[in-house]
């Protein structure tokens, strides 16, 4: 719910369409999440969660650029990312569960895999990318002047 208020937050800061796209899109997927964990725990719980949202409650269809992927059923689809995990997903979503109040009508849905879009290059890793390699000589520096600045 924070994560809604900071995409709305951002959204509202932007005049660059680029930015406010990329905002809708995101505004939109976040929702289905939100609306999955709810669904997750109306089931363990039996609480309709999923009737508090959209907190905050800003329709989705007030956000111009939300409503393309409104229109193509964004938000009624959950991906596994692969054609073999995740299978139980469809005893939360989908089932038949419908899409919040004040989105456009459906059903939900698991689609097996990922989303279409651009091919994913499988890259090979650089571990120090994140990580950078040291020097032993300049750790020893480091550990010397710590050293005596202690004393």
């Not at 937050?9 to 999440?33: A, F, I, K, M, N």
């Not at 939360?92 to 459906?106: C, F, K, Q, R, T």
Request: with cysteine.
């Amino acid at each position: 719910m924070r994560a809604r208020l900071h995409k709305l937050r951002v959204y509202e800061t932007l005049t660059d369409p680029t930015g406010r796209e990329v905002c809708g899109h995101l505004l939109v997927r976040g929702s289905v999440h939100a609306h999955a964990y709810a669904l997750a725990l109306k089931k363990i719980t039996g609480v309709e969660i999923e009737k508090m949202l959209p907190t905050p409650n800003i329709p989705l269809g007030n956000i111009p650029e939300c409503q393309k992927y409104l229109d193509e059923g964004s938000h009624r689809r959950l991906y596994t990312f692969s054609p073999d995990d995740y299978k139980d997903m469809a005893g939360i979503w989908g089932n038949g569960e419908v899409a919040l109040p004040d989105d456009p009508p459906g059903e939900l849905t698991v689609v097996d895999g990922m989303p279409d879009g651009g091919k994913i290059h499988q890259l090979t890793g650089v571990p120090s990318a994140f990580t950078p390699d040291y020097a032993p000589e300049e750790m020893f520096e480091i550990a010397t002047k710590h050293y005596k600045a202690s004393r």
